[in-house]
């Protein structure tokens, strides 16, 4: 059983469309990250949300922590051509300050 | 500013031969993990050291052996080489704190024949 859900795996749109990608879980944390890989490039964290029903925005860029700090969700406003790559959602698990657990990504491309 | 660095970018190996993946940080974090990533697997930790002297084994410890030579630098070795670790291999490292982002390289693209 995957931790983390990520959906949908595979999202293609035209620029300046919405969306939002989802990361679901059964599990409770005290944290959760999201992170953007663009192709032959190593993950890079966008944001970390700590508190349940936080909404940090980073420029067209929302992320929003579930209530229950459950799941997360990422919404982005006019998607442009840059937006595109893989959207990795992670926490740390077990109790561990070290293992970090990935969901499966949402690879995202935008059209021009 | 380099960050994380990792040699080789690629690399070809034959199965049964061994080699060794470098990783150096320069941003005096304590923590220093190995990941793998494989198409539809996402991203999977093989070790970590959560600080010098230290090592533990992740989700997929098996056909790897790590060496944390010191602060800066943590190194993981293929003994055998097989088919199924042919992968992206990515380094990273973080602050010795809880809820702390990970830094990663840009990986080395490792295909055994």
């Known amino acids: 059983t995957q931790l983390l859900e990520q959906s949908p795996q595979f999202l293609s749109i035209q620029e300046g469309e919405n969306l939002t990608v989802y990361c679901n879980s059964s599990?409770?944390?005290?944290?959760l990250q999201w992170y953007r890989q663009e192709p032959g490039e190593g993950p890079v964290l966008l944001v970390t949300v700590v508190t349940g029903g936080e909404v940090k925005k980073l420029k067209r860029l929302t992320f929003q922590f579930g209530d229950a700090r459950k799941d997360s969700s990422l919404h982005i406003t006019a998607a442009q051509p840059g937006d595109t790559g893989l959207y990795l959602c992670a926490v740390y698990s077990g109790g561990s300050n070290y293992k970090l657990t990935f969901g499966k990504g949402t690879l995202l491309t935008v059209n021009p | 500013n380099a960050g994380v660095t990792q040699t080789p970018k690629f690399q070809v190996l034959k199965t049964g031969q061994s080699m060794t993946l470098q990783c150096a940080q320069d941003m005096n974090h304590n923590s220093m993990y190995w990941y793998r990533q494989d198409p539809g697997m996402g991203l999977r930790l093989i070790y970590y050291?959560?600080?010098?002297?230290?090592?533990d084994k992740g989700e997929v410890p098996n056909g790897y052996n790590v060496s944390r030579l010191n602060k800066r630098e943590f190194s993981l070795r293929l003994e055998s080489a097989a088919p199924s670790q042919t992968s992206v291999y990515f380094c990273a490292s973080s602050r010795l704190q809880s809820n702390q982002p990970q830094h990663f390289g840009d990986g080395t693209r490792l295909s055994i024949l």
């Open positions: 599990s409770v944390f005290s944290s």
């Open positions: 050291s959560a600080s010098e002297g230290t090592t």
